[in-house]
């Protein structure tokens, strides 16, 4: 005869019956008197769009996690890659010991990582897609690439030189001043080889010694930087270095700034990939290719 064990807990004005068998299930009788069940939450009404936020695109819908806050937030993340990271939360399992099969935790709740700042110098955000920091590549990477830009087009301007031709010419210049000084001695040769110059005019190092120099100058300053944990300091530092004209000392002025700034970096990213996609295709530099268009 198959016998079963079944749980029962009193409660004032009610009972509890669990009965742990698998073939019978589990059956709960509850009597509540004078209490009322609990309403269902209410429904969160739609979020009406903001008709007087700029977006990246006419009649988008920008995500609920680009709120706005962000000077030149626009709405852009098709991927959903600034999306917060959300964690289920589970209830413990059962741990009856006089139970033929413990029930596993449910879920009872969801909770978000929020995105702080550790005092580590190489890595201080606690989560690497978080918004903050991706603003932060996003500024930096911009900034690099406004200088890159700049710099592609002065070049190709004094020289004639394309960007991503200036290393092979400078190789092809020392080898033939190397040809041509074949009787000199060989610490002519060797400072020929190792030497570097910018714009045709020489520099007192060599090229090792200058790589080392932007080396140990950019990882003083990146090092600097990632110690910092203040988000706004680590995105405009300001003070006599950054700003020596006090431009940023209006708040209003600041943020016009800020928002200039974001746009041109962006648009300085789109201009040197198209400088990059030029280049593979055509081998010539900005210039020389719009020369081409008066021919």
């Known amino acids: 005869m198959a016998t079963t064990t079944a749980a029962v807990t009193s409660h004032f004005f009610g009972a509890q019956l669990q009965n742990p068998s698998p073939s ?12 009322k069940s609990p309403l269902p939450p209410p429904k969160k009404a739609p979020k009406k769009p903001d008709t007087d936020r700029l977006v990246w695109f006419p009649g988008a819908q920008p995500p609920e996690w680009l709120d706005g806050s962000y000077v030149g937030d626009r709405g852009f993340d098709p991927l959903g890659l600034g999306k917060p990271v959300e964690y289920l939360q589970y209830d413990y399992d059962g741990l009856d010991q006089n139970l033929a099969k413990n029930l596993a935790g449910d879920v009872i709740g969801t909770r978000i990582e929020a995105s702080d700042l550790n005092p580590t110098p190489l890595q201080p955000y606690t989560e690497v897609f978080g918004l903050q920091r991706f603003r932060e590549c996003e500024l ?47 610490v002519a040769k060797v400072e020929l080889v190792e030497g570097s110059s910018y714009l045709g005019l020489p520099l007192p190092f060599s090229i090792s010694t200058l790589i080392w120099i932007e080396v140990l100058v950019l990882g003083y300053i990146e090092f ?36 200039a700034e974001i746009k041109h970096a962006r648009l300085a990213m789109v201009v040197f990939l198209i400088f990059g996609i030029q280049a593979a295709v055509t081998g010539k530099g900005p210039i020389a290719f719009i020369a081409t268009f008066n021919k």
């Open 24 to 35: 019978f299930g589990k059956f709960q009788a509850l009597f509540s008197f004078g209490k």
């Open 224 to 259: 600097q930087r990632n110690a910092e944990l203040d988000p706004e300091m680590r995105l405009y530092p300001g003070g006599k270095f950054f700003d020596p004209l006090g431009l940023a000392a209006d708040p209003e002025e600041k943020e016009r700034l800020q928002l």
């Open 140 to 186: 930096i990477h911009g900034r690099w690439a406004m200088l890159g830009a700049l710099g592609a087009l002065a070049v190709e301007g004094l020289t004639g030189v394309a960007w991503q031709d200036a290393g092979k010419v400078t190789l092809i210049q020392r080898c033939n001043c190397i040809c041509e000084l074949h009787y000199a001695s060989n």
